[in-house]
């Protein structure tokens, strides 16, 4: 096997106020009159004038205000799509996605969907999708998962939750503005913030490392730790670390992995919706004896900024509920290579991960 020839955001802006900018740069990308923008946003900016009377509408566009509730699906990307379809004369110039990882998830897989056959649910894997994806701009109001940046969109379907892995799924444009993280609340902040930094500890202390990989989750791991330890910073340098730190982290994992902690993370969203963030810091919260120096410094972030973590969530489960999370955690064979090596079955057993849930 070859190495990886991987597409990256072909454009991006940085700075605080460079929202403004979204109409001229969107502008050289309409088709024409009748094929419209749609920009799919967070519906807590429902209402907010610092984000709503920025977007610039014209002829047919549209905003559709999406909930982050819960994390997409892909039967909600099909929704979209058809919707998107049926109100519209032609094809969108492009679709522009303003939130958190939720969004912006669900802005690539529905610009991918809208030149692809079939359902979204057909795509979840590695390198299905057949035709490029139409115009996508990302614009991140929380920063932490790298959904900026990534070649994935993580979906939950009818059968399992897996990303879109494609080529084409990376935004064409992406608009870093620190300024439209400040309305973060602090739990948030510290949540999706700590998936960034569990990025960054599982890359650096993975078997798949490289210097790619490395160059990229070292800055970030000294940028979370300028944030959430040594806490001498203005709160807008903060926004603007963090911001980068998430870019960074994500390019991190691009050239190599994840690992136990999003393993069993995945498992703790698909039984019970546990949304990414929380589960991550909840799992990781407990694998002192995968990763001794990293969550050391997690467990001192957490009293600094005085987080207390949801408790006891895996208390009342049955035996077929554990079973459902375990082959969910299992199933996913990369990351326990990159966190353990090729032979990582010989300590990863299933009471081995029954003993830890347990412990959520
Ligand atoms: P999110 O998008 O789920 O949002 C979390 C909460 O913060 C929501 O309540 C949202 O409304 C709120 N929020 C967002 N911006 C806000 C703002 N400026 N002010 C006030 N509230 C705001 O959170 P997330 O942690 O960024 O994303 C999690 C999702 O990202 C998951 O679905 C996960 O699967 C996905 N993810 C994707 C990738 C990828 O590479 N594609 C990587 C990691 C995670
Ligand atoms: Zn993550």
Same mark, same amino acid.
């Given at each position: 096997?070859?190495?990886?020839?991987?597409?990256?955001?072909? =454009?991006?802006?940085?700075?605080?106020?460079?929202?403004?900018?979204?109409?001229?740069?969107?502008?050289?990308?309409?088709?024409?009159?009748?094929?419209?923008?749609?920009?799919?946003?967070?519906?807590?900016?429902?209402?907010?004038?610092?984000?709503?009377? =920025?977007?610039?509408?014209?002829?047919?566009?549209?905003?559709?205000?999406?909930?982050?509730?819960?994390?997409?699906?892909?039967?909600?990307?099909?929704?979209?799509?058809?919707?998107?379809?049926?109100?519209?004369?032609?094809?969108?110039?492009?679709?522009?996605?303003?939130?958190?990882?939720?969004?912006?998830?669900?802005?690539?897989?529905?610009?991918?969907?809208?030149?692809?056959?079939?359902?979204?649910?057909? #795509?979840?894997?590695?390198?299905?999708?057949?035709?490029?994806?139409?115009?996508?701009?990302?614009?991140?109001?929380?920063?932490?998962?790298?959904?900026?940046?990534?070649?994935?969109?993580?979906?939950?379907?009818?059968?399992?939750?897996?990303?879109?892995?494609?080529?084409?799924?990376?935004?064409?444009?992406?608009?870093?503005?620190?300024?439209?993280?400040?309305?973060?609340?602090?739990?948030?902040?510290?949540?999706?913030?700590?998936?960034? #930094? &569990?990025? +960054?500890?599982?890359?650096?202390?993975?078997?798949?490392?490289?210097?790619?990989?490395?160059?990229?989750?070292?800055?970030?791991?000294?940028? +979370?730790?300028?944030?959430?330890?040594?806490?001498?910073?203005?709160?807008?340098?903060?926004?603007?670390?963090?911001?980068?730190?998430?870019?960074?982290?994500?390019?991190?994992?691009?050239?190599?992995?994840?690992?136990?902690?999003?393993?069993?993370?995945?498992?703790?969203?698909?039984?019970?919706?546990?949304?990414?963030?929380?589960?991550? +810091?909840?799992?990781?919260?407990?694998?002192?004896?995968?990763?001794?120096?990293?969550?050391?410094?997690?467990?001192?972030?957490?009293?600094?900024?005085?987080?207390?973590?949801?408790?006891?969530? +895996?208390?009342?489960?049955?035996?077929?509920?554990?079973?459902?999370? &375990?082959?969910?955690?299992?199933?996913?064979?990369?990351?326990?290579?990159?966190?353990?090596?090729?032979?990582?079955?010989?300590?990863?057993?299933?009471?081995?991960?029954?003993?830890? #849930?347990?412990?959520?």
């Amino acid at each position: 096997m070859g190495y990886k020839n991987y597409p990256m955001v072909s =454009r991006v802006v940085f700075g605080r106020g460079s929202f403004n900018q979204l109409g001229d740069i969107i502008q050289t990308k309409r088709l024409n009159a009748n094929a419209p923008f749609i920009f799919l946003i967070d519906d807590v900016f429902k209402g907010n004038p610092f984000i709503t009377t =920025r977007i610039p509408l014209a002829y047919d566009d549209e905003m559709i205000f999406i909930s982050a509730d819960e994390e997409p699906k892909t039967s909600q990307v099909d929704e979209l799509v058809e919707h998107i379809i049926l109100t519209h004369n032609e094809r969108p110039s492009g679709i522009i996605g303003i939130g958190g990882g939720t969004i912006l998830d669900l802005a690539k897989a529905v610009s991918i969907m809208l030149t692809n056959e079939g359902e979204a649910k057909d #795509y979840q894997g590695w390198d299905l999708v057949k035709s490029p994806a139409i115009y996508h701009v990302g614009i991140p109001t929380i920063s932490g998962t790298g959904a900026e940046v990534s070649r994935t969109t993580v979906l939950t379907g009818p059968e399992k939750k897996l990303g879109i892995n494609s080529d084409y799924t990376p935004f064409d444009q992406v608009i870093l503005d620190p300024e439209l993280t400040a309305s973060v609340s602090k739990q948030q902040w510290f949540y999706t913030g700590m998936d960034c #930094y &569990i990025h +960054c500890i599982e890359s650096l202390n993975g078997t798949f490392l490289n210097a790619f990989s490395q160059s990229y989750g070292e800055k970030a791991f000294e940028l +979370c730790k300028e944030i959430f330890v040594h806490g001498n910073l203005s709160e807008q340098e903060a926004q603007d670390k963090l911001m980068m730190a998430s870019w960074h982290g994500g390019m991190s994992i691009a050239y190599s992995q994840v690992g136990v902690a999003h393993a069993m993370s995945y498992g703790l969203s698909y039984l019970l919706g546990i949304k990414h963030g929380v589960g991550n +810091c909840i799992v990781f919260d407990q694998l002192e004896s995968f990763y001794p120096e990293g969550v050391r410094l997690f467990k001192e972030m957490k009293k600094r900024h005085n987080i207390q973590l949801p408790q006891a969530i +895996c208390a009342n489960l049955d035996d077929e509920q554990f079973d459902i999370m &375990i082959d969910v955690a299992l199933g996913l064979e990369p990351l326990w290579q990159n966190a353990l090596g090729g032979q990582w079955k010989q300590t990863i057993t299933r009471e081995v991960l029954r003993s830890l #849930y347990q412990k959520m």
